[in-house]
């Protein structure tokens, strides 16, 4: 059973730090190109940030290039988002999702809430 799990959600005032973490099991993690997409509410779900399998090749949207770091660990099935210097505007579920060939699995994702 495939399963993408999300955590690391929360609360933090702007200007806070959030680790996300997507734990995966059931399929073979370190062959799959991953990504972080967000969801706001009332927005279309948007991509955050994505990494290749083997980790040599990292993507990030504009709006969080130099704020948030993508990483996976094959060997732990894991992959993290660090999110510093977090905005308002950062609000959003955040999910994983794992993609290769027309395959693709989700998580349930996790809430970040930014204010003050």
């Known amino acids: 059973q495939v399963q993408l799990v999300e955590s690391g959600g929360g609360w933090v005032q702007p200007g806070g730090s959030l680790r996300l973490s997507c734990s995966a099991s059931?399929?073979?993690?370190?062959?799959?190109?991953m990504r972080w997409s967000r969801q706001a509410r009332g927005q279309a779900r948007e991509l955050v940030a994505a990494?290749?399998?083997?980790?040599?090749?990292?993507w990030y949207a504009d709006s969080v290039k130099g704020r948030f770091t993508i990483s996976r660990d094959n060997g732990k099935n894991t992959m993290l988002l660090q999110m510093n210097s977090l905005k308002p505007e950062d609000t959003a579920v955040y999910f994983c999702?794992?993609?290769?060939?027309?395959?693709?699995?989700w998580g349930q994702g996790t809430q970040v809430t930014v204010s003050s």
């Open positions: 999702n794992a993609r290769r060939d027309g395959t693709e699995f």
């Open positions: 059931g399929f073979h993690f370190g062959s799959y190109p």
């Open positions: 990494i290749s399998s083997s980790g040599s090749n990292i």
